[in-house]
T-cell receptor, first 112, second 111 residues
């Protein structure tokens, strides 16, 4: 699985959009980009994933660059409850034994 | 969440004693994983399973063993616990072409 690079921390004002970047310059053609978040003391929670097209669900939007070497997770209207560590990982979706490597993630702090 | 239960939620044990953590799922998913999480290290994969009796090592497998005798249960065993194994342990499950779903974790303290 390709390695990812994320900023260690970011702040965002409540009600504003939070844009969390991720670099994955060694991503392979069959690897997806997944985003998870971990709220203090809980298990990580899946947010969204994509291959090359932009994706949107009820939680967030995922923007993947055309060369697929980086992506941005967008929380359109951040709330205090979005304060968490956000992990970006890349992996092949259909491997026989897909293990996922998590880095240190980005600690997002949403401020009132 | 996603039909995954870890037990116990908290455990305190002494150095040198054996410890077994259990992960139980009701989703009939093929893949199961054990991670540990420590300050400054993020989530690190210990072992994983891709089917009954099919397991493999992750990046920090030394001192741990696993077993999966049936689809719904994945056991993590510390044969002789050490203080360096004090950590929060997370189990995760995954179906074919689906994301990981994590349990709520087991906080293990080895004194």
């Amino acid at each position: 699985d390709a390695k990812t690079t994320q900023p260690p921390s970011m702040d965002c004002a409540e009600g504003r959009a939070a844009n969390l970047p991720c670099n994955h310059s060694t991503i392979s053609g069959n690897e997806y980009v997944y985003w998870y978040r971990q709220i203090h003391s809980q298990g990580p929670q899946y947010i969204i994933h994509g291959l090359k097209n932009n994706e949107t669900n009820e939680m967030a939007s995922l923007i993947i660059t055309e060369d697929r070497k980086s992506s941005t997770l967008i929380l359109p209207h951040a709330t205090l409850r979005d304060t968490a560590v956000y992990y970006c990982i890349v992996r092949v979706a259909n491997t026989n034994a897909g293990k996922s490597t998590f880095g240190d993630g980005t600690t997002l702090t949403v401020k009132p | 969440d996603a039909g995954i239960t870890q037990s116990p939620r908290h455990k305190v044990t002494e150095t040198g004693t054996p410890v077994t953590l259990r992960c139980h799922q009701t989703e009939n998913h093929r893949y199961m994983y054990w991670y540990r999480q420590d300050p400054g290290h993020g989530l690190r994969l210990i072992h994983y399973s891709y089917g009954v009796k099919d397991t493999d090592k992750g990046e920090v497998s030394d001192g741990y063993s696993v077993s999966r005798s049936k689809t719904e249960d994945f056991l993590l065993t510390l044969e002789s616990a050490t203080s360096s194994q004090t950590s929060v342990y997370f189990c995760a499950i995954r179906g074919h072409n689906s994301p990981l779903h994590f349990g709520n974790g087991t906080r293990l303290t080895v004194t």
